[in-house]
Antibody, heavy 119, light 111 residues
Framework: QVQLQESGPRLVKPSETLSLTCSVSGGSIGSSYWSWIRQPPGKGLEWIGY???????NYNPSLRSRVTISIDTSKNQFSLILTSVTAADSAVYYCAVMPTVNRDWFDPWGQGTLVTVSS | QAVLTQPPSVSGAPGQRVTISCSGSRSNIGADYDVHWYRHLPGTAPELLIY???NRPSGVPDRFSGSKSDTSASLVITGLQAEDEADYYCQSYDRSLSGWLFGGGTKLTVL
């Protein structure tokens, strides 16, 4: 069973860049859609986007101008970059796997990492 | 704006049955896109509970079932147990968003 683990800074200053990495273990990072999802405190889940193992991406239109998701198959990792962050970007960030776009559920998920945007 | 609407909270006594609804529109559930359900305990990874409307992953008890009709979907939990207390989320694709949506989440309290 594939396992995912998020890592990265827990505190980011406003207007700066949030950067997170998801490490994949127990399986290959090939041929799936590797996704980021976030949950602001007290709110619901929001899909951020995904990267396919080939490097192609798809992003939530509300975040598209600020988001980049990339993949490093040699390290079995994929990453999230979110630029020009504000307090509204404070959230628990999860990485998760979508098998295919036709089998579009997310399973499994990482434990999540809380990122706070504050000066 | 694309939205999946869930009741903020539901409750039931042990042994009872509860239903959690997920109301969408013609651009998501009503366009016959699959609906998936997750159980989430704060501080842990969300867990896939139902996929493709009605299917349970291995290890999920048959007390959990899903259904879909027109622009809505439902998660039914029978024989409520204390450990079912958690947040539950529905998820589907939305063609107007060209991406994936989650419901706002429903907090289940076992009385």
């Amino acid at each position: 069973q594939v396992q995912l683990q998020e890592s990265g800074p827990r505190l980011v200053k406003p207007s700066e860049t949030l950067s997170l990495t998801c490490s994949v273990s127990g399986g290959s990072i090939g041929s799936s859609y590797w996704s980021w999802i976030r949950q602001p405190p007290g709110k619901g889940l929001e899909w951020i986007g995904y990267v396919f193992y080939s490097g192609s991406t798809n992003y939530n239109p509300s975040l598209r101008s600020r988001v980049t998701i990339s993949i490093d198959t040699s390290k079995n990792q994929f990453s999230l970059i979110l630029t020009s962050v504000t307090a509204a970007d404070s959230a628990v960030y999860y990485c998760a796997v979508m098998p295919t776009v036709n089998r579009d559920w997310f399973d499994p998920w990482g434990q999540g990492t809380l990122v706070t945007v504050s000066s | 704006q694309a939205v999946l609407t869930q009741p903020p909270s539901v409750s039931g006594a042990p042994g009872q049955r509860v239903t959690i609804s997920c109301s969408g529109s013609r651009s998501n559930i009503g366009a016959d896109y699959d609906v998936h359900w997750y159980r989430h305990l704060p501080g842990t990874a969300p867990e896939l509970l139902i996929y493709a409307d009605t299917n349970r992953p291995s290890g999920v008890p048959d007390r959990f079932s899903g259904s879909k009709s027109d622009t809505s979907a439902s998660l039914v939990i029978t024989g409520l147990q204390a450990e079912d207390e958690a947040d539950y989320y529905c998820q589907s694709y939305d063609r107007s968003l060209s991406g994936w949506l989650f419901g706002g989440g429903t907090k289940l309290t076992v009385l």
